[in-house]
């Protein structure tokens, strides 16, 4: 596909931005690459640059022993040799610019975006530019998930959940038997089930009980074993093993009992009425032609868990950004560790995962919520968790 020039121009002028200018340099613009449609393995050793203003034509300015770098985009062909050049034909390629658009992020509030260097920002500051956050031009111009990767997200949740509650059940039965399960067999368990189930993942799935649950980022370890009357966290994720794919990513709670500690219970409802407020913000906006930001809807959440006191226990983002990878490249649900402030669009996938954690267990609730190309939002049937699930 070619870059929708139209697309960003029309975003920039709205943004008051003159241009963008994307910089390459070794890996270190993956969204330019990506963008741009730049080759896996190719040297770019040398800096180069391409040119987009917000009206008229884009430019390519190269180093002359690395004039093929972006080979193939449209656009005059501008080349450099030397420090003093380089710097010449900046100026030059920006001329009359004010206001242009980088991979940065002010303050690095968006890590993911904030990709130029420094220096590089100095240099194009001391010729009198302003430079600004590409993050969402990027939003603008990348490609939106269609009504099929949509329905693969969707197909891929239904059995996501389906393992994620056989799982349970094998638990249970091994318990009920006398078994003493480990943390470690019911994650093999699961890549088992992905396995014949014709999914993929990116990594082995968490599996966390009892005080492990606490760690939000709990990997299990032989010997970890699931006893009885144990809260037990089974966070999982995987999509079909197919060009364009998006991931489905859950996360169930269990109790390996008859009768949670009220404790529990009411960590898990809280968690649980912090991802359902949500989708409904999301809802509102959409229907109402009103745009989301990825923070509001963090604090949407996070407002459920503050007016009970425990805004503490939260210790993440409540989501995160899915496509063909689990974290995705579109707008976090994040006011916590950034202020994410790219807009929720149709034609995207997120995840919903609100959690409590304390020292001696941790509660998370996860589904994903989907956005369609009309502005409708939706979760995957039977993946909106109402009570925890009780092993008799």
Same mark, same amino acid.
């Given at each position: 596909?070619?870059?929708?020039?139209?697309?960003?121009?029309?975003?920039?002028?709205?943004?008051?931005?003159?241009?963008?200018?994307?910089?390459?340099?070794?890996?270190?613009?993956?969204?330019?690459?990506?963008?741009?449609?730049?080759?896996?393995?190719?040297?770019?050793?040398?800096?180069?640059?391409?040119?987009?203003?917000?009206?008229?034509?884009?430019?390519?300015?190269?180093?002359?022993?690395?004039?093929?770098?972006?080979?193939?985009?449209?656009?005059?062909?501008?080349?450099?040799?030397?420090?003093?050049?380089?710097?010449?034909?900046?100026?030059?390629?920006?001329?009359?610019?004010?206001?242009?658009?980088?991979?940065?992020?002010?303050?690095?509030?968006?890590?993911?975006?904030?990709?130029?260097?420094?220096?590089?920002?100095?240099?194009?500051?001391?010729?009198?530019?302003?430079?600004?956050?590409?993050?969402?031009?990027? %939003?603008?111009? +990348?490609?939106?998930?269609? !009504?099929?990767? /949509?329905?693969?997200?969707? &197909?891929? $949740? *239904?059995?996501?959940?389906?393992?994620?509650?056989?799982?349970?059940?094998?638990?249970?039965?091994?318990?009920?038997?006398?078994?003493?399960?480990?943390?470690?067999?019911?994650?093999?368990?699961?890549?088992?089930?992905?396995?014949?189930?014709?999914?993929?993942?990116?990594?082995?799935?968490?599996?966390?009980?009892?005080?492990?649950?606490?760690?939000?980022?709990?990997?299990?370890?032989?010997?970890?074993?699931?006893?009885?009357?144990?809260?037990?966290?089974?966070?999982?994720?995987?999509?079909?093993?197919?060009?364009?794919?998006?991931?489905?990513?859950?996360?169930?709670?269990?109790?390996?009992?008859? %009768?949670?500690? +009220?404790?529990?219970?009411? !960590?898990?409802? /809280?968690?649980?009425?912090? &991802?359902? $407020? *949500?989708?409904?913000?999301?809802?509102?906006?959409?229907?109402?032609?009103?745009?989301?930001?990825?923070?509001?809807?963090?604090?949407?959440?996070?407002?459920?868990?503050?007016?009970?006191?425990?805004?503490?226990?939260?210790?993440?983002?409540?989501?995160?950004?899915?496509?063909?990878?689990?974290?995705?490249?579109?707008?976090?649900?994040?006011?916590?560790?950034?202020?994410?402030?790219?807009?929720?669009?149709?034609?995207?996938?997120?995840?919903?995962?609100?959690?409590?954690?304390?020292?001696?267990?941790?509660?998370?609730?996860?589904?994903?919520?989907?956005?369609?190309?009309?502005?409708?939002?939706?979760?995957?049937?039977?993946?909106?968790?109402?009570?925890?699930? /009780?092993?008799?």
């Amino acid at each position: 596909m070619s870059f929708p020039f139209e697309e960003a121009q029309s975003a920039m002028r709205l943004a008051a931005l003159d241009g963008w200018l994307m910089w390459l340099l070794h890996d270190g613009n993956p969204i330019a690459e990506r963008l741009l449609q730049r080759p896996a393995g190719q040297m770019r050793s040398r800096r180069a640059y391409y040119w987009i203003p917000a009206k008229g034509h884009p430019v390519r300015l190269e180093h002359r022993i690395e004039h093929h770098t972006l080979d193939g985009l449209p656009g005059e062909c501008r080349h450099y040799l030397s420090h003093e050049s380089h710097v010449e034909e900046l100026a030059a390629l920006t001329a009359g610019a004010k206001r242009i658009a980088m991979e940065t992020s002010p303050m690095a509030a968006l890590p993911a975006l904030s990709l130029v260097d420094a220096g590089t920002v100095d240099l194009l500051r001391s010729l009198g530019l302003e430079v600004c956050s590409s993050a969402n031009l990027v %939003q603008a111009v +990348q490609p939106r998930l269609t !009504a099929v990767q /949509l329905d693969s997200h969707l &197909r891929a $949740a *239904v059995l996501v959940r389906d393992i994620a509650l056989a799982t349970v059940e094998h638990v249970a039965q091994a318990l009920a038997m006398g078994a003493r399960p480990t943390e470690v067999e019911a994650q093999e368990f699961i890549l088992a089930a992905f396995a014949q189930a014709g999914l993929e993942t990116d990594h082995a799935p968490i599996v966390a009980v009892g005080a492990h649950a606490g760690n939000p980022h709990h990997e299990p370890r032989a010997g970890h074993v699931i006893e009885r009357d144990q809260v037990l966290l089974i966070d999982l994720w995987a999509r079909f093993p197919e060009e364009g794919a998006v991931y489905a990513d859950q996360t169930w709670m269990a109790f390996t009992g008859s %009768q949670p500690p +009220q404790e529990l219970q009411e !960590a898990w409802r /809280l968690v649980r009425d912090a &991802r359902r $407020a *949500v989708p409904r913000l999301v809802a509102e906006r959409m229907a109402q032609g009103l745009p989301v930001m990825g923070w509001e809807a963090d604090f949407a959440a996070r407002a459920v868990i503050e007016a009970a006191g425990q805004g503490d226990a939260f210790l993440h983002r409540t989501g995160h950004s899915i496509d063909t990878e689990v974290h995705g490249r579109g707008a976090n649900l994040d006011g916590l560790e950034t202020r994410d402030e790219r807009l929720l669009l149709p034609g995207s996938v997120m995840s919903v995962e609100p959690g409590l954690y304390y020292p001696h267990f941790g509660v998370r609730s996860e589904n994903n919520l989907v956005i369609t190309s009309e502005g409708l939002v939706l979760v995957a049937e039977g993946t909106d968790q109402e009570d925890l699930l /009780l092993m008799a």
